[in-house]
């Protein structure tokens, strides 16, 4: 991904489909409550190899629109994914979320909590639904502490109902309701997104190129952290970043600066109000901070290179020089979660743009095996939610995929870019094609630096086989 050419106008953020979830629960032998979570299938679309509630999206046969729809989907979806039959009148609503837009399919989730029937059991069995590998029940306390030491995945919505859970002394049911309530609306009032602890992300609406309509701003760190690439001028995303920085200052953080990925506009926008109005420092490459010098006039900054370290007490950050999207790009390895944090240099809705201009394509392949090499067990892009440990392979195979596609398209004879572009990129209807050119481009200026392909420096821009 990249910032969005002024020609190409911006996606459309995804609409949420309604769904509904439901946590049950039941009273464990010490008297705690045990709730019971579902693991998603390894080849699911959506946060594959999760530890999460059971629920589903609202279909047809709920009666979508009229009242009580979201009710008889728990209801549905709960006896479908583990057999338990728990009748409409022993739900209770406790607040409504919405999926973040970094996932490219989103929900309007209603969340329902209900007490097991007396003696239930999910037992040992595969569950009925393919969806799920296993199912458990399991005390509130112990699968947030399997969460916080990395033991299992949960999605984001989870750790913070949790921990209302898990509160002592053991919650009625009506306290309970009202405390998850509670909590759903914090979250969408100032989320706290973690798939890993101390690793917060907030989707920010930004200048960025299509499909994508937001950049990933993370707050990654332990009591000191950092923000990483607040790339938005908006007011209202702007507000909500305020409001989530406080948030974490109301759990004792303390930002220690702004890390800036690169210094493409989705990714800078917003860093030099933040950074003035928190009076903190900009951290970035030399090169990042050379080109942004006008922006920061002011603004303390320090320069970042490969190896270095960020301690922010609990967790540290580990500086990777990854430049071929850009000049000066990095990216960020914790070590203590075993995270990348990624920038441009993947992406959760399609391949990363090389712009011939700034950008480098035998740079970026470098980069990615760098990357590839660390078998990091997360990936966390700047666009879309987080990525398997497999993605830089995926990544590399996609681009010399397209590269041996480029080099098929040229023969002897001289071939315009516009042509070469087109041929490439034919089974891609949605690229635009400035994109597509640009891409195009990139790989043939490659191809040149090995000697396979050559200019003929015409105004078309014409290509052929050396």
Not at 102 to 116: D, G, H, S
């Amino acid at each position: 991904m990249s910032e969005r050419p002024h020609d190409s106008p911006p996606a459309e953020v995804p609409t949420p489909r309604a769904s509904s979830v439901g946590i049950v629960i039941r009273k464990g032998r010490n008297g705690r409550w045990q709730v019971l979570l579902g693991l998603r299938a390894r080849n699911a679309r959506f946060l594959p190899g999760h530890w999460a509630f059971l629920g589903g999206r609202v279909d047809d046969i709920d009666r979508p629109g009229e009242e009580g729809d979201f009710l008889r989907c728990v209801v549905r979806e709960v006896r479908e994914e583990s057999r338990l039959r728990i009748h409409e009148d022993r739900w209770i609503e406790v607040g409504e979320r919405v999926t973040p837009p970094f996932f490219p399919v989103r929900y309007r989730t209603k969340f329902f909590l209900a007490q097991a029937p007396e003696g239930a059991s999910v037992g040992s069995r595969k569950p009925p639904s393919d969806e799920l590998e296993a199912l458990r029940f399991v005390p509130a306390n112990e699968a947030h502490d399997e969460w916080r030491r990395g033991a299992i995945m949960m999605p984001p919505v989870l750790p913070p109902l949790l921990s209302v859970i898990a509160e002592e002394p053991v919650l009625d049911l009506q306290q309970l309701a009202t405390g998850l309530e509670k909590a759903n609306t914090e979250e969408e009032r100032a989320p706290r997104v973690e798939f890993v602890p101390g690793i917060w992300v907030l989707p920010l609406l930004s200048e960025t190129l299509p499909p994508a309509t937001h950049t990933n701003c993370y707050l990654a760190g332990g009591q000191s952290y950092v923000i990483v690439d607040p790339g938005s001028a908006e007011t209202d995303e702007l507000a909500l970043l305020r409001t989530v920085i406080s948030r974490r200052k109301g759990y004792g953080g303390i930002a220690r600066g702004i890390v800036l990925t690169h210094h493409h506009r989705d990714h800078v926008a917003g860093a030099a109000t933040i950074a003035r109005e928190m009076n903190i420092p900009v951290k970035a490459h030399p090169r990042t901070l050379e080109l942004l010098a006008e922006q920061l006039n002011g603004i303390e900054t320090e320069a970042l290179a490969d190896g270095d370290t960020l301690d922010l007490e609990g967790i540290s950050l580990n500086v990777l020089e990854t430049p071929g999207h850009a000049p000066g790009h990095i990216a960020l390895y914790c070590p203590d979660r075993d995270v990348v944090i990624a920038g441009d240099l993947l992406s959760g809705f399609s391949s990363i743009l090389i712009n011939p201009e700034d950008g480098d394509m035998s740079e970026y392949l470098t980069s990615l095996r760098k990357v590839r090499d660390m078998r990091a067990k997360h990936v966390f892009p700047s666009h879309g939610p987080p990525l398997p440990p497999q993605a830089p392979d995926q990544a590399l195979d996609h681009r010399l995929h397209r590269e041996s596609m480029v080099r098929s398209a040229l023969s002897r004879s001289p071939k315009p870019l516009v042509e070469i572009a087109f041929d490439v990129y034919e089974d891609e209807d949605n690229i635009p094609a400035t994109v597509s050119r640009m891409q195009t481009h990139a790989h043939l200026l490659r191809l040149q630096a090995r000697g396979i392909a050559q200019s003929a420096g015409d105004e078309m821009n014409s290509w052929s086989l050396t």
